[in-house]
């Protein structure tokens, strides 16, 4: 469908649906503020998300979008109880597959199915579930035929001479214009949730003309007041120092094949984390890189929290009682953080203020050992943190850099063989049981070149990304870091 010019302005006020308070305060694009996310039925929430036209490949324009609102999904549904029903829809048959098809010399059917599938793994690698129900275009052909007949016959379109079907925005009234005021260009797609969607969702691009025409023809062919209860839209991601998109047409876009080549998945959703979802943000290397430091960090800090939980840090006492109403507190910034638009940035900040705290104690008791131990404060917060990254889809586990060949298994498994020789060699290199006096120092003298051999197998594996910590005499960890950030220090360093 497509429309003709007609006075613009905001249409009639927002209805607040009827329902189920989520406790959430989202901010809604029809109404240009926060409003309560209520949802219509208490065993599920409809959701509606924009997907792709597959004609290529999809970049990190795409995937910012998909992440952001992946992440939004999860958190509804993990922290705030929602069953979410959602659906995408596939634009699977148009202009542009046409004429790549062409440019290719393939079927548009074939052309769509390849970067079809190419854009459903790249979700999957980047760690987006898919939705309840995908939705293609070529298969709903005669449900939008109907669709169009329906908004005739309820005169709000008319065909020409040439077959062209128009929306009538004249017969909308001052009803056109729920998300911007200007008037609209062609935009039509099946939907499937009847007179009422809860949410529905894309990138800002899309409010104008998409989104604002899917509200026009969805309400007149239902006959409803209000198709729609919530808009939720994201911010753009633009190459940093660059004010326009990341897009195709400019040509200034990274594949997600490509971007995945170099940075893990869990380092784009922590990037994304940084973020409030409607902002538009920048990206570089150097920000991946800020992102990636931040989960070695966390990552370095409860591998040290679980080895102190084990007795394999030399340490003395911690401050028990105020790490206890440290972690209280953070738990409760965070649910108040996410209930506040999934204000994330404030949620990362929280995480990270507990990491610093968390980490401060655990350098502290290793200047002054000996006294009580308090396990247990610890163990919560690794219970913690390992509870709040799974439910944002992100992996704290310290494998952040990429393994191109798919043999990170058996790297880590030489690897620990290693490590374990070498804690061997070291035990017996510092253990001098039965010699006293000088005949011990003559013991340490002559295993001297051990300890050093140890030191030279350490430095050498510093150089391919491997860090060895000395936790004690007795007990040695490992971690895989990244080429680029050998030299990365942990939290309190």
């Given at each position: 469908?497509?429309?003709?010019?007609?006075?613009?302005?905001?249409?009639?006020?927002?209805?607040?649906?009827?329902?189920?308070?989520?406790?959430?305060?989202?901010?809604?694009?029809?109404?240009?503020?926060?409003?309560?996310?209520?949802?219509?039925?208490?065993?599920?929430?409809?959701?509606?998300?924009?997907?792709?036209?597959?004609?290529?490949?999809?970049?990190?324009?795409?995937?910012?979008?998909?992440?952001?609102?992946?992440?939004?999904?999860?958190?509804?549904?993990?922290?705030?109880?929602?069953?979410?029903?959602?659906?995408?829809?596939?634009?699977?048959?148009?202009?542009?597959?046409?004429?790549?098809?062409?440019?290719?010399?393939?079927?548009?059917?074939?052309?769509?199915?390849?970067?079809?599938?190419?854009?459903?793994?790249?979700?999957?690698?980047?760690?987006?579930?898919?939705?309840?129900?995908?939705?293609?275009?070529?298969?709903?052909?005669?449900?939008?035929?109907?669709?169009?007949?329906?908004?005739?016959?309820?005169?709000?379109?008319?065909?020409?001479?040439?077959?062209?079907?128009?929306?009538?925005?004249?017969?909308?009234?001052?009803?056109?214009?729920?998300?911007?005021?200007?008037?609209?260009?062609?935009?039509?797609?099946?939907?499937?949730?009847?007179?009422?969607?809860?949410?529905?969702?894309?990138?800002?691009?899309?409010?104008?003309?998409?989104?604002?025409?899917?509200?026009?023809?969805?309400?007149?062919?239902?006959q409803c007041e209000q198709w729609g209860n919530y808009f939720l839209h994201s911010g753009h991601l633009h190459m940093k120092g660059k004010e326009e998109k990341m897009s195709k047409?400019?040509?200034?876009?990274?594949?997600?094949?490509?971007?995945?080549?170099?940075?893990?998945?869990?380092?784009?959703?922590?990037?994304?984390?940084?973020?409030?979802?409607?902002?538009?943000?920048?990206?570089?290397?150097?920000?991946?890189?800020?992102?990636?430091?931040?989960?070695?960090?966390?990552?370095?800090?409860?591998?040290?929290?679980?080895?102190?939980?084990?007795?394999?840090?030399?340490?003395?006492?911690?401050?028990?009682?105020?790490?206890?109403?440290?972690?209280?507190?953070?738990?409760?910034?965070?649910?108040?953080?996410?209930?506040?638009?999934?204000?994330?940035?404030?949620?990362?900040?929280?995480?990270?203020?507990?990491?610093?705290?968390?980490?401060?104690?655990?350098?502290?008791?290793?200047?002054?050992?000996?006294?009580?131990?308090?396990?247990?404060?610890?163990?919560?917060?690794?219970?913690?943190?390992?509870?709040?990254?799974?439910?944002?889809?992100?992996?704290?586990?310290?494998?952040?850099?990429?393994?191109?060949?798919?043999?990170?298994?058996?790297?880590?498994?030489?690897?620990?063989?290693?490590?374990?020789?070498?804690?061997?060699?070291?035990?017996?290199?510092?253990?001098?049981?039965?010699?006293?006096?000088?005949?011990?120092?003559?013991?340490?003298?002559?295993?001297?070149?051990?300890?050093?051999?140890?030191?030279?197998?350490?430095?050498?594996?510093?150089?391919?990304?491997?860090?060895?910590?000395?936790?004690?005499?007795?007990?040695?960890?490992?971690?895989?870091?990244?080429?680029?950030?050998?030299?990365?220090?942990?939290?309190?360093?």
């Open positions: 469908l497509a429309g003709r010019a007609a006075s613009g302005g905001r249409g009639k006020a927002w209805l607040q649906p009827t329902g189920r308070d989520t406790g959430v305060q989202v901010y809604n694009s029809l109404t240009g503020r926060k409003e309560p996310l209520i949802v219509a039925h208490a065993e599920a929430a409809s959701w509606y998300s924009c997907g792709p036209t597959v004609y290529d490949h999809a970049h990190l324009g795409h995937a910012c979008s998909y992440v952001r609102f992946d992440i939004i999904r999860r958190i509804l549904t993990k922290v705030f109880g929602c069953n979410i029903v959602m659906v995408m829809g596939i634009t699977d048959v148009d202009d542009k597959i046409i004429k790549r098809a062409n440019e290719m010399n393939i079927s548009p059917a074939s052309l769509a199915s390849l970067y079809e599938e190419g854009f459903k793994q790249d979700m999957a690698a980047l760690k987006v579930l898919p939705p309840t129900v995908y939705l293609r275009v070529t298969e709903t052909i005669p449900q939008i035929v109907s669709f169009i007949e329906g908004i005739i016959a309820r005169g709000h379109a008319y065909s020409t001479a040439k077959g062209n079907v128009y929306f009538d925005l004249k017969s909308r009234g001052d009803k056109y214009g729920k998300l911007v005021s200007v008037a609209p260009g062609p935009a039509t797609e099946p939907m499937v949730f009847g007179s009422e969607l809860d949410i529905h969702s894309g990138g800002i691009d899309l409010a104008f003309p998409h989104h604002e025409n899917e509200i026009a023809q969805c309400e007149v062919f239902h047409s400019l040509k200034n876009y990274v594949t997600i094949k490509d971007f995945l080549k170099t940075f893990s998945p869990d380092i784009f959703r922590l990037f994304c984390l940084r973020s409030s979802y409607r902002s538009a943000i920048d990206y570089s290397d150097s920000a991946m890189l800020q992102a990636q430091q931040l989960l070695l960090g966390l990552g370095s800090f409860l591998e040290d929290a679980r080895a102190y939980m084990k007795g394999q840090l030399a340490c003395g006492s911690v401050r028990e009682v105020m790490l206890w109403e440290r972690l209280s507190s953070t738990k409760k910034a965070v649910r108040a953080a996410l209930a506040d638009d999934f204000d994330t940035p404030r949620v990362v900040d929280a995480i990270l203020g507990l990491a610093h705290c968390g980490n401060g104690e655990l350098r502290a008791t290793l200047k002054e050992p000996g006294g009580p131990r308090s396990p247990a404060v610890f163990g919560a917060i690794i219970s913690y943190f390992e509870q709040f990254f799974e439910t944002v889809g992100i992996s704290l586990a310290n494998q952040q850099c990429v393994s191109g060949d798919g043999s990170e298994a058996t790297l880590r498994a030489v690897v620990d063989e290693l490590v374990r020789f070498r804690q061997q060699v070291r035990q017996f290199a510092l253990a001098t049981p039965e010699a006293t006096g000088e005949a011990q120092q003559q013991q340490r003298l002559e295993r001297r070149p051990l300890l050093e051999a140890c030191d030279t197998v350490r430095r050498g594996l510093t150089a391919h990304g491997i860090n060895i910590k000395d936790r004690s005499h007795t007990t040695s960890t490992w971690e895989l870091l990244d080429q680029r950030t050998k030299d990365q220090k942990s939290f309190g360093d």
